[in-house]
DNA sequence: CAGTGGTCTAGACCACTGG
DNA sequence: CAGTGGTCTAGACCACTGG
C-alpha cells in the first residue's frame, strides 16, 4: 500500500510551512503548478491544497491564489496530554497507584467504540493518579489487545498508560468529551472527596493508524484540576 | 447562483439524519444509489458524503457503506463559538432571558483582567440563555467600553454579546479556563437546578486588535452542556 | 487578458466486505 | 461474485481577480 499522491503533495506543502520556508501570508503553489511539479491531474492537486485548506492552515481565494494562513488553526489545542508530565512541570511529586489490571469481554456498547466484535477480551486498567500524594485523576482505560498487546505487562508506576501507548501505537486521531458530573461513593473515596463533589469528567477514543486504541474515561476532582488554552492569530 | 449539487445531496441525507428518518447505525445510500437518484457523477455524489463524514456525521467503510454515526459531533473545544449558533445547529429553539444590563466600577481585580484603572466604568452583562426553553447556559460579562461603546445599547434578545462584540471588536486572541463548579442559590434557581448540580464552568478573556475586550463566564448544568473535540494528523 | 479556485463529468483501477 | 468506498485521470465550464 502505497502513499496516495494527494498525501505526498500535502505533506510537502506542509514540510514547508512548518520549515518556515512558506510564511504566514505567503502564496504556495497553485492546482495547475503542483500539477506539473508532480505530474498529477488538478483534481488530485486540488485535493491536496482543500485538505490544507480545510485544516485551516490556507486560506484560498479563487482569483488570487492560496496562501499561508495567519493564524494557526486552534483544534490542535487540545492535547492529548500525559498527567505525570504535567504533574512534573508542575514541579510536584507524581504517583500512581493501580486498582484494576484485567481482561474483560466487550460489551456490545464496548466493542461498538472500538469497533471489534461483541464479547472479544479487552484489556481494562484503572489507575488513579496523584500530584503531591494527593489524588487528581481517576483513570479507567478499555484497550484494543489487538494494537498494544503487551499492555498488561506493563509496571504503571513508572510508565502511564497515556506514554506506554503512545509508544506503541502512535496518535493519528483523537476525540474528547468533556462535561461535569457526580461520582459514585467508590471512585469519590479513591479520589478521596464526597459524592457531593463537582468533577471534570474528560472522555477520550484514541486511534492509530492501525485503528481504535483506547477509550477512557478520565476523573477529576473539580477543585483540584482544570484544563486551559489559549490562542492568538 | 445556485447552490452546488453535492450541497443539496449532502443537505439532503443531513435533514433526513435531523428528521430520524435516518437514525444512528442506519445505512445511507451508497455513492453509487445516489449517482442514480440525483443525476449527477460518483464524485459529486461522493463530496457530500465526504463531507458529511469529515464532519462526524456518518462513518463511512469500504465494502460495507455509509452509516450515521452513533455519536453526534459536538462544538470543538475551546472555539469561541457563539450559544446561539450552537443551538440553532442542533435544529432547536433559542432565546434569552436578560438577568442584568449596567454600568459598574471596575474593583481592583477586574481592572488588571481587562488592562484598564481599578474604579473604571466597565459594561456588566448577565444574561441565561435557553435552548428549547431549558436553560443552557448563564452568562456574566464584563466588557471594556473602550472597545465596545454601545455594547449596553443592544438588544441582546436578538443578538448574543458574542455575535456583538466579534462585530464590533474581531478577536485576535483568546484565553479560557474550564473547570466543575458548584453555583450559588441565585445562579441555581435562574438555571433551574439546585445547588448540588455540578456545572461546567468556562472563564474567558478574549482580546482583539485594540486590547482586552471582556472576560466572561460561562456556567452549564453539567447534564445540558457539554465540549467536545475532534482531532486527526 | 491569462490565471485562480469552485464545480462537475464519465470514465478507470484498487482493496476490501459480504453472501 | 456484485457492491462498497478510496484514489485518480483528463477533460469541461464558471465567476472571479489582477494587470
Not at 510551512?17 to 512558506?22: C, L, P, T, V
Amino acid at each position: 500500500m502505497s502513499t496516495p499522491r494527494f498525501i505526498i503533495i500535502k505533506n510537502f506543502i506542509e514540510d514547508k510551512i512548518n520549515a518556515g520556508e512558506f510564511t504566514p501570508g505567503d502564496r504556495v503553489p497553485s492546482e495547475n503548478e503542483l500539477c506539473q511539479q508532480f505530474s498529477v491531474s488538478r483534481m488530485t492537486a486540488r485535493r491536496a491544497l482543500q485538505s490544507l485548506n480545510d485544516e485551516g492552515l490556507l486560506i484560498r481565494t479563487p482569483g488570487l491564489g492560496s496562501f499561508v494562513a495567519k493564524h494557526r488553526p486552534i483544534s490542535t489545542l487540545l492535547e492529548v496530554r500525559n498527567i505525570a508530565d504535567e504533574v512534573h512541570e508542575r514541579g510536584n511529586s507524581y504517583s500512581a497507584k493501580i486498582i484494576t489490571m484485567t481482561e474483560v469481554e466487550a460489551t456490545s456498547q464496548q466493542a461498538a467504540m472500538l469497533n471489534v466484535a461483541a464479547g472479544a477480551i479487552l484489556y481494562h486498567s484503572v489507575i488513579v493518579h496523584f500530584e503531591e500524594e494527593i489524588p487528581v485523576q481517576w483513570e479507567d482505560r478499555l484497550v484494543n489487545p489487538a494494537l498494544a498487546a503487551d499492555y498488561l505487562l506493563q509496571d504503571f508506576n513508572t510508565i502511564t498508560p497515556n506514554a506506554y501507548l503512545s509508544k506503541v501505537a502512535p496518535l493519528t486521531e483523537a476525540s474528547h468529551k468533556i462535561e461535569a458530573t457526580l461520582v459514585d461513593q467508590t471512585i469519590a473515596s479513591k479520589l478521596h472527596i464526597d459524592t457531593r463533589s463537582p468533577c471534570l469528567q474528560i472522555s477520550r477514543r484514541t486511534w492509530s493508524a492501525a485503528g481504535i486504541v483506547s477509550i477512557a474515561t478520565l476523573i477529576h476532582p473539580g477543585d483540584r484540576y482544570c484544563l486551559g488554552g489559549h490562542w492568538k492569530i
